[in-house]
């Protein structure tokens, strides 16, 4: 047939085999043989494009399909039935021999489904034996989801220095940039002017200032900071300070060659101001804000215009 | 000249001073306990370590040793790499508290520091 589209086709062929064989009349026969050999065999060449293709074989055996054009969708379907219905008779030999064989080429599921039953109606003795042998076979043996996650974490910090002359003399940080929560120093360069130490009371709004000559040489501003500072039992030694810790800043002095005047001037703003904010203007013109920790600062006399006295100042620079 | 970079690992500050006063000192720091019975024996327990204490005594002037006072309050907590005039690389803590630093004339300030650490180079 000669045509270019087709939209239905359907080749169907029933083929009955019929052996009968009647009794000759006697009481009894021993040896009697039925039986039918049938092979159909389905063959459809495919030439032009299908959108459904079911060859099928109610009777088993051969679906064989030769593709030329593309299929869409295929479906290949064998049903086998095997009936086997021997009667009364006084020994039964039942076999069923069904071998299914699939090959799958873009689909990653194969499933086989194979039910046998066999049900011996009647008979003395019952033996019932069922030999099954599935075999899948699929390109990717397994197939693993693997759920995989690094996670991985990069710092970069930078720091530079210039090797130029007066670097170990001046004021010159090389600060760069970095990613902890440690705050960086500042680079603002210090200016230091001069003044003549002054102590006002109070801080806010004082109404007493002491002016003081400038403290000799040799005074101190020390830094003091609450750090822990152990060493494991394996020898490690681990040193940590949190950001709100306390800090401590404390400027000793001392003042020589002082009148009585001043010296007892000094005594008597120390006894106002006891344990209160005070202001401090030092020699750098730097202003200071805190409090004097030494009470009991003593003044030496040791002679006309020599009285010296000492104190100590812990506050912060505002 | 020493050079003072912080915090280890991730350095992102470097502080040039010059090289520290005659005198300065390296002392190891080891422990031992020592226990002595009543019949007079002992018995000593040794705590041995790898770490160096590094004392050293600098002359600064003014303006660096605002920069130094600067670089204490930022990194009196965090592990530091020093190079020191022998150029020899420690990874230290500043581990003296206070800090002093003491106005020894117009143009000078004399600071002692002391690291704590390990040698790496």
Request: charged residues 20%; glycine residues 6%; aromatic residues 10%.
């Given at each position: ?72 969708n ?45 049900v ?88 007493t ?12 501003h ?44 000094f ?41 010296t ?10 | ?21 005659l005198?300065?000192v ?22 041995s ?37 022998l ?7 500043m ?27």
């Amino acid at each position: 047939m000669a045509s270019t589209a087709v939209f239905a086709r359907s080749i169907f062929a029933r083929m009955v085999f019929a052996s009968v064989q009647e009794g000759a009349g006697g009481s009894s026969e021993f040896d009697r043989a039925l039986s039918n050999a049938l092979g159909l065999v389905d063959t459809v060449d495919v030439t032009f494009s299908v959108r459904n293709l079911n060859p099928s074989s109610a009777l088993e055996l051969t679906d064989s399909v030769a593709f030329t054009l593309p299929v869409k969708n295929e479906s290949v379907l064998d049903t086998l039935a095997l009936v086997q219905v021997p009667g009364i008779i006084w020994d039964i030999e039942i076999t069923d021999t069904l071998a299914l064989e699939d090959q799958g080429y873009n689909s990653y599921v194969l499933e086989d489904t194979l039910s046998l039953s066999q049900v011996v109606v009647i008979a003395k003795g019952r033996d019932l034996e069922h030999v099954l042998q599935l075999e899948s076979e699929v390109a990717y043996n397994v197939i693993l989801q693997r759920s995989l996650s690094n996670v991985l974490n990069l710092e970069q910090a930078l720091t530079y220095e210039i090797d130029r002359p007066g670097v170990e003399c001046q004021f010159s940080p090389f600060v760069g940039s970095g990613v902890g929560d440690t705050e960086l120093p500042d680079t603002t360069a210090p200016v230091f002017g001069t003044a003549t130490l002054t102590l006002t009371y109070p801080y806010v709004t004082p109404t007493t200032t002491l002016v003081l000559r400038n403290p000799d040489f040799g005074n101190q501003h020390n830094f003091e900071f609450v750090r822990i500072n152990q060493v494991t039992r394996g020898g490690t030694q681990v040193v940590f300070s949190d950001p709100n810790w306390g800090k401590t800043e404390t400027i000793s002095v001392t003042i020589k060659a002082l009148t009585e005047a001043e010296a007892e001037a000094f005594h008597t703003f120390l006894g106002n101001s006891l344990g209160t904010e005070i202001g401090l203007l030092d020699w750098y013109n730097r202003q200071w804000r805190g409090i004097i920790t030494t009470p009991d600062a003593e003044i030496t006399d040791l002679g006309n215009c020599r009285r010296t006295i000492t104190f100590e100042f812990e506050g912060e620079e505002v | 000249m020493i050079r003072l970079r912080a915090p280890v690992p991730n350095l992102e500050t470097t502080s040039i001073l010059p090289s520290p006063q005659l005198g300065d000192v390296k002392n190891r720091r080891h422990e031992i306990g020592i226990f002595r019975a009543i019949d007079g024996t002992k018995r000593t327990f040794v705590k041995s370590n790898t770490r160096r204490l590094l004392t050293y005594d600098f002359s600064l002037s003014p303006g660096k040793a605002e920069e130094l006072k600067r670089f204490i309050r930022s990194y009196y907590g965090s592990k530091i790499e020093l190079r020191n005039h022998l150029d020899e690389i420690w990874h230290v803590y500043m581990v003296n508290n206070p800090f002093p630093f003491a106005d020894e004339g117009a143009e000078s300030v004399s600071v002692q520091l002391q690291f704590e650490g390990t040698q790496v180079s």
